[in-house]
């Protein structure tokens, strides 16, 4: 089950500023002049042949630098913080999850599953928080079973 790049399966994906703020925030308190990336929970609506990421937070995450499957990720703290941002706003929903990148890496696909708890077909927004070139740092994914 390969990650495809959204674009060919006919989907636009628009992410809101604020989004890539919390990331790059997320990442500088986290993980700044490290190896380490953060990963989060992104919120919107995916119900049209637009994805729309409207908002987001920051999920505790670590990983093994030596071994890509070892990874921990609080599922409790998913579902409480997904129950708070539902009275909130009802009409932004769980569609997926995010992280700073730069690239796919090995794990990403079995966390990827654990989103499906979540959501039926998850999301998957990657932001290269130490771009330097010009364009939008951002790459979406969904999995193509």
């Not at 993980?31 to 609506?45: E, F, Y």
């Not at 119900?47 to 409207?54: C, L």
């Not at 505790?60 to 070892?70: I, L, M, T, Y």
């Not at 690239?103 to 990403?108: A, Q, R």
Request: net charge neutral; glycine share 4%.
């Amino acid at each position: 089950m390969p990650l495809v790049d959204e674009k060919l399966v006919q989907k636009q994906v628009s992410v809101a500023p604020l989004v890539l703020l919390s990331v790059v925030d997320h990442y500088n308190r986290i993980a700044q002049n490290t190896r380490k990336r953060v990963v989060g929970v992104i919120l919107g609506d995916n119900a049209t042949d637009t994805i729309r990421i409207s908002n987001s937070f920051a999920i505790p995450f670590e990983e093994d630098d030596k071994n890509p499957d070892v990874w921990f990720l609080d599922h409790n703290y998913i579902e409480s913080m997904n129950e708070m941002f539902k009275k909130i706003n009802a009409k932004e929903r769980l569609i997926g999850w995010y992280h700073s990148g730069p690239k796919l890496k090995s794990s990403d696909l079995k966390i990827n599953d654990v989103f499906k708890r979540y959501t039926p077909n998850p999301t998957l927004l990657i932001v290269d928080v130490k771009q330097s070139g010009v364009g939008i740092p951002t790459d979406a994914y969904i999995a193509i079973e």
